[in-house]
């Protein structure tokens, strides 16, 4: 029969950023039915980690989908900069400020996604 036992493990960091220190006193310390992870290189104990947690490797490939829009709005502001250095009036600097600003956090929310 099989039982199925729920894991709960909390992390302080994404799995990727961690060191293979940290990722050894996980596996040790909350996972016990990872054995040898003394042994393991970092990428064999992400690989061992995700596979009994059951983590897709293509929960992070979304970035890439977003990463052509986040280049191009990064350009834009690159852009929207160099006006704002020529602009005359103190009225336009502030607009080109905050359509800059705007941007900025549509950049960060692609990245979030």
């Known amino acids: 029969m099989g039982d199925v036992i729920e894991i709960k493990v909390e992390f302080k ?9 940290e990722l050894r006193e996980l596996a040790i310390n909350q996972l016990p039915m990872i054995t040898g ?3 393991m290189t970092k990428e064999e104990l992400l690989a061992k980690i995700k596979e009994v947690l059951e983590i897709n490797d293509e929960d992070g490939k979304n970035n890439k989908v977003y990463k052509a829009q986040i280049k191009e709005l990064k350009q834009k502001i690159q852009e929207l900069r160099e006006l704002r250095l020529k602009a005359a009036s103190r009225s336009e600097r502030e607009k080109l400020r905050k359509k800059i600003h705007r941007l900025k956090r549509q950049t960060r929310k692609l990245a979030m996604a």
């Open 13 to 21: 960091k994404p799995l990727e950023k961690m060191t293979a220190k």
């Open 37 to 39: 992870a003394s042994s």
